[in-house]
């Protein structure tokens, strides 16, 4: 076969009707493949089974002594402490650990700022309409926390290295309503492209109209190469220090994606003046976490060597999954130039472009078809992706027989809107 852009309209219709039979049979059979989120598969979860029952019925101390049962600690077990700073090379004074959910330290962070401003600044709800920069594709979930604010997103295109520096050092330095971005940093959702040295240094280089100007910077993927070469992205927090930056920067952490996702433990790392102030309002907040959970971790872990080579036993389980998606997509589609679509070294997710105009219809006709994808146009703010064409692949939870299945039949879609889209032109 050869190129669609080469065909005449003959040989298209031809395609197109035989393409119609295919799809045809696909919506027969009756599939139910969900793929719409980045979910660990049951075999990833079952790696972690044992913290179950790590902790006796006489264990229930932290290393300081505390009791983990009772109440205290609004920051976290200093055990979990160490081992967040060790996999973010920062201080332990630098981590708060949180509960399960790395989005709702950051839904709660940007609540307070709306409440209450910046380290008891203006608030941001009293300032007029406040805006947060959004490289774009990106992260679904970020979007919707603007959004429940009623913060203005402003997309910025994403480069190879990193969100386009030279848009955003603009932006930021012009306009003092801009108050965040969000970031990425390794892996990013759903490209997979991790942020260069240079693009980080200008990150924290950068000077903010607004003095309550925050990066959001969502390391979500850190751990989670699938090869044996790992990715690495410089300190954010050291960098920001070491230009005149030290309160800019708020890094969040997860083990959702390490753990269990439902009962896991997170952290927010930034300056100890930034931790130290975010320590004084927890103390309104909660009476402590929950912290026989991350004893648990602790226990379960031991540290940082731990939680690394726990990891490589989730890369065994994803690296063929990310294979066969990969494979599948340049022996079905490469040959046709008709889409493109990133092969990442870590993280969750397969950023994947088809024609311009083409994405929703075959998120549809997958649907039809018995594979749940994300809906096109969710990885951009308003769910508006202006060229309609990125779709996030998501492999981590079927097993490897349904997602043969499942990437066939999203194969099979790709092929026959696009003969579809070349028929129209």
């Not at 029952?53 to 932290?62: K, V």
């Not at 920062?90 to 409440?115: K, R, Y």
């Not at 960098?239 to 920067?249: D, I, Q, R």
Request: charged fraction near 25%; hydrophobic fraction near 40%; include cysteine.
């Amino acid at each position: 076969m050869k190129p669609y852009a080469q065909m005449n309209k003959s040989e298209l219709s031809s395609l197109r009707d035989e393409l119609e039979k295919t799809f045809k049979q696909h919506c027969g059979k009756n599939k139910k493949l969900n793929m719409t989120r980045g979910v660990p598969s049951d075999e990833q979860l079952s790696l972690c089974n044992e913290m179950l029952t790590c902790l006796s019925n006489s264990d229930y101390a932290a290393a300081s002594g505390a009791d983990c049962r009772n109440y205290g600690g609004v920051d976290g077990i200093g055990e979990m402490k160490k081992i967040f700073a060790d996999l973010l090379d920062i201080s332990p004074d630098e981590v708060i650990v949180g509960g399960n959910s790395s989005l709702a330290l950051m839904f709660d962070n940007v609540a307070v700022n709306m409440t209450h401003g910046v380290r008891d600044g203006e608030p941001w709800q009293h300032q007029g309409k406040i805006k947060f920069l959004c490289p774009v594709p990106g992260y679904d979930r970020h979007f919707t926390i603007c959004k429940y604010f009623h913060i203005e997103m402003i997309p910025v295109e994403m480069k190879q290295d990193g969100p386009d520096m030279d848009t955003v050092e603009k932006l930021v330095s012009s306009d003092p309503m801009i108050k965040g971005i969000w970031c990425v940093p390794k892996y990013s959702n759903p490209t997979g492209i991790v942020y260069s040295v240079k693009t980080v240094r200008r990150f924290a280089e950068l000077k903010p109209a607004a003095d309550d100007f925050r990066i959001y910077w969502d390391n979500a993927y850190a751990f989670h190469d699938l090869g044996a070469v790992k990715s690495a992205v410089p300190n954010i927090i050291r960098l920001c220090e070491e230009t005149g930056n030290p309160n800019m920067a708020y890094v969040f952490a997860s083990f959702s994606k390490v753990s269990f996702a439902g009962s896991s433990v997170t952290c927010m790392a930034s300056s100890k003046s930034n931790c130290d102030y975010i320590r004084q309002r927890l103390t309104v907040q909660t009476i402590g976490p929950d912290k026989l959970n991350q004893l648990r971790h602790a226990r379960f872990f031991k540290d940082a060597a731990g939680v690394m080579a726990h990891m490589e036993k989730h890369a065994v389980i994803l690296r063929p999954k990310f294979k066969l998606v990969a494979d599948t997509l340049r022996r079905e589609l490469g040959e046709f130039d008709i889409a493109c679509w990133t092969e990442p070294a870590g993280g969750y997710f397969i950023s994947f472009d088809s024609l311009d105009g083409c994405a929703k219809k075959i998120v549809s006709l997958c649907a039809q078809a018995g594979v749940a994808l994300t809906p096109a146009g969710a990885t951009y703010p308003y769910g508006n992706d202006p060229r309609d064409r990125n779709i996030r692949i998501a492999p981590t939870c079927p097993s490897l027989d349904e997602l043969s299945e499942a990437m066939e039949i999203f194969c099979a879609a790709v092929k026959l809107v696009s003969a579809e889209k070349y028929l129209s032109i």
